[in-house]
């Protein structure tokens, strides 16, 4: 008798179906999988997501029918087909461990189920999330329309508090970044005052309301007035001295600056000599867990700061509301901190098992991504040598000038297309490997990574390791990310056996 399976096809742009991801492509390779090993297509479920809209509804629909009709089995052509986040990744291993299913990926050649092993489901966790992360760098990065305002200099994004975002009087479909003629003197003055360094932040505050210049604020300062925090980040912020940080690089803006280059270097002083004094007289260090928190009751926000001038405190912010939860020592989140990464520690053999699941993401990327950016390689040569004859027939006199200039303008936006989505592709790249190498990192060495961390440090493993963690009742309740949840889960019968199964000495 057949077994009932559904199928899932998934393609997530035009690139990727003229690059062999194809969902006919997918369709073949699935029939032809389920003929050969005795399977029933119940149902197909294709996705053909656009960069407008990534919600997956076939892939909703999937987990309902499967639910609804006690199918068991998931066809589909591999791990990055079937999961684009954590939290499809949950909603599959509910399938997996609560109703049954066996998830067959075909062109991987091996399949997830609630008896798989934990090697096997620590390497699909590891695939996932390498998938992801590629997935993310070479997601569009701009709407449509950033790159051309970026090269000219424009802010495509909500303008901070001094500009307003308004039509340029000479294009009227056009935005540009212009000063807010009713708070641009509140951020010059905000910089004047704290540059002569007899301010705190909170004085400011009182100074600039006092002068009334704080009665205007915009709608983009949602309380109605200035926060601390509000200030730190515009004192800080080198959009008003006429540049803006956009995708790691700095950009020198089109628009109006509102500082001198002078001013804001003389507040950038005042801000790290007074950082500098406060943790030499206070003997203060950086909160390792700051943002890494929400409360469990109340969900806001957990902040952090010093208590008796040596204790750093955890606490919710109770904004808007009567929360009762305690406050919270940074050693008692220490001390958790450190049982959950001695956790973590795994086997030389579930290390083996890390560095397989690698590369076998690495060979997949090989085959998918990389064949993809080869593709855009050669379309780069094929675009310059017909810029090259069209060049050559212009001197010629073969062709006019008018047709010499629309082809040389087509010509050039396709180029630039093609190294725009070049560039994101290399970007990606050197994420993917610095991402695979941390993980490799942490499988080794993450007890020790952590004892031996500064509090900087540590807190850029938390955010590594951490998400959607709670406080609760006194108590941190750490979220691990994946995969390094699948190592928590497995760390109780940490052996040989439990990584490679019985009778196997090596990492498949």
């Given at each position: 008798m057949l077994k009932k399976a559904v199928m899932y096809v998934r393609v997530s742009s035009k690139e990727q179906a003229e690059q062999g991801f194809s969902p006919e492509a997918q369709r073949v390779?699935?029939?032809d999988f389920a003929r050969r090993n005795g399977f029933e297509v119940a149902k197909e479920f294709e996705e053909a997501e656009t960069a407008k809209d990534s919600r997956r509804k076939e892939f909703a629909a999937m987990l309902a029918y499967v639910k609804a009709k006690d199918i068991k089995h998931i066809l589909v052509e591999k791990t990055d087909r079937l999961h684009r986040n954590f939290t499809d990744y949950v909603a599959i291993e509910e399938l997996t461990d609560n109703f049954g299913v066996t998830v067959w990926l075909v062109k991987e050649g091996g399949?997830?189920?609630k008896d798989s092993r934990a090697s096997d489901k620590l390497m699909h966790g590891l695939k996932t999330v390498l998938a992801k992360g590629f997935i993310d760098n070479l997601k569009e990065e701009v709407k449509k329309g950033f790159d051309i305002k970026i090269s000219h200099g424009e802010y495509p994004r909500q303008a901070p508090l001094g500009y307003l975002n308004a039509k340029d009087p000479l294009n009227p479909k056009h935005n540009i970044v212009i000063p807010d003629p009713a708070n641009r003197q509140l951020i010059v003055k905000m910089f004047e005052y704290y540059?002569?360094?007899i301010y705190s932040m909170k004085s400011l505050i009182t100074k600039l309301e006092a002068e009334g210049l704080t009665l205007n604020l915009p709608p983009v300062i949602k309380s109605g007035k200035l926060y601390v925090s509000t200030v730190q980040r515009c004192l800080v912020n080198t959009f008003y001295v006429g540049r803006f940080e956009w995708n790691g690089k700095m950009i020198q803006g089109s628009y109006e600056p509102l500082i001198a280059s002078e001013l804001w270097a003389k507040v950038q002083d005042v801000i790290s000599g007074r950082n500098l004094n406060m943790r030499k007289e206070h003997n203060v260090m950086p909160f390792a867990y700051k943002g890494m928190f929400t409360c469990g009751v109340c969900a806001r926000s957990i902040t952090a700061e010093k208590a008796k001038g040596r204790y750093n405190y955890y606490h919710c912010t109770k904004y808007n509301?009567?929360?009762?939860?305690?406050?919270?020592?940074?050693e008692t989140i220490d001390e958790r901190f450190d049982k959950l990464t001695n956790i973590l520690k795994i086997s030389d053999a579930g290390v083996a098992f890390v560095t397989a699941a690698l590369k076998q993401s690495l060979s997949q990327k090989r085959e998918g991504e990389d064949k993809a950016f080869e593709s855009l390689v050669a379309d780069q040569t094929r675009l310059k040598k017909r810029i090259d004859a069209l060049y050559e027939d212009r001197l010629d006199k073969k062709i006019t000038e008018s047709f010499y200039d629309a082809k040389f303008a087509d010509y050039t936006k396709q180029l630039e297309s093609l190294e725009v989505r070049m560039a994101k592709h290399n970007r990606a790249d050197i994420s993917y490997y610095q991402f695979g190498c941390r993980i490799l990192e942490l499988a080794e060495n993450a007890e020790k990574l952590a004892k031996e961390a500064t509090p900087d440090e540590k807190r850029e493993l938390a955010q590594f390791l951490l998400s959607n963690s709670k406080l609760t009742d006194?108590?941190?309740?750490?979220?691990?990310?994946?995969?390094y949840f699948a190592i928590e889960k497995r760390s109780p019968c940490d052996d040989r056996l439990s990584w490679q199964g019985r009778g196997e000495s090596n990492p498949r």
């Open positions: 390779a699935l029939y399949s997830i189920g540059a002569s360094g509301t009567n929360c009762d939860q305690p406050w919270v020592k940074e006194g108590e941190p309740i750490f979220s691990l990310k994946q995969p």
